[in-house]
């Protein structure tokens, strides 16, 4: 069965620093995607990134950066030098190739609030 | 380009009685989801849409949800009759059917409270 666990419920830090946010995830199939949303007090999910399961290449987006580990089933997901505007809710998502090149539904961790202090 | 919307933003109600939301996808989006967003958790699908055909309905509460996409554009969700455990956002995503194009986009959210 697919599964999605983020471990870490409540991270707070003090602006500038670094932070690593932890993603594990269980999955039988072969082709899957993983994803990133940020969810701001706002409520509204944004969607940040997709890996596809073939490509472990490490990503980097201005201060965003993410590790893809098929070995460990990790996909981690670092702010660096962290600002206030960064404070809300991470998601991790998980889904399989759907028929057709649709995504089948988005299977989520529980997520973890991120709180940066001023 | 316009994101996806929802309506009514919030909304409170009694138990038993029932609730319609509404979503417009994004234009030219195949495939429209409805999650289930209880606090402290992940979103949880409730059912997908691919047109207007139903791909996924497996976590639906049948007994009291329902939903339906008419002409593969817009959606509407109800809960007849609404139980205090209903109280979640309800949240809308579209996605396009285009090979490669897997990222979900979602709406605002509907947040509903059950008393």
């Known amino acids: 069965a697919q599964k999605v666990t983020q471990a870490q419920t409540e991270i707070s830090v003090v602006e500038k620093e670094d932070v690593t946010l932890d993603c594990v995830y269980e999955?039988?199939?072969?082709?899957?995607?993983l994803f990133w949303y940020k969810q701001p007090p706002s409520g509204e999910l944004v969607f940040l990134i997709r890996r596809n399961s073939f490509d472990e290449q490490n990503e980097i987006s201005g201060r965003y950066s993410w590790n893809f580990q098929k070995s460990t089933s990790s996909f981690n997901f670092t702010i660096t030098a962290s600002q206030v505007v960064d404070s809300a809710v991470y998601f991790c998502a998980l889904s399989e190739a759907g028929y057709g090149g649709a995504t089948n539904k988005l299977i989520f961790g529980t997520g973890t609030l991120l709180a940066v202090q001023p | 380009e316009a994101g996806v919307a929802q309506s009514p933003r919030y909304k409170i109600i009694e138990k038993r009685q029932s609730v319609a939301f509404w979503c417009n996808p994004i234009s030219g989006h195949a495939t429209l989801y409805w999650y289930q967003q209880i606090l402290g958790q992940g979103p949880k699908l409730l059912i997908q849409?691919?047109?207007?055909?139903?791909?996924?309905d497996s976590q639906l509460p049948k007994d009291r949800f329902s939903a339906e996409r008419l002409k593969g554009v817009d959606s509407t969700l109800k809960i007849q009759p609404a139980k205090l455990e209903d109280s979640a956002v309800y949240l809308c995503?579209?996605?396009?059917?285009?090979?490669?194009?897997?990222?979900?986009?979602f709406g605002p959210g509907t947040r509903l409270t059950v008393t």
């Open positions: 849409f691919q047109n207007n055909g139903v791909v996924d």
């Open positions: 999955t039988r199939d072969t082709t899957y995607y």
């Open positions: 995503a579209s996605s396009s059917d285009r090979v490669g194009s897997y990222e979900q986009y």
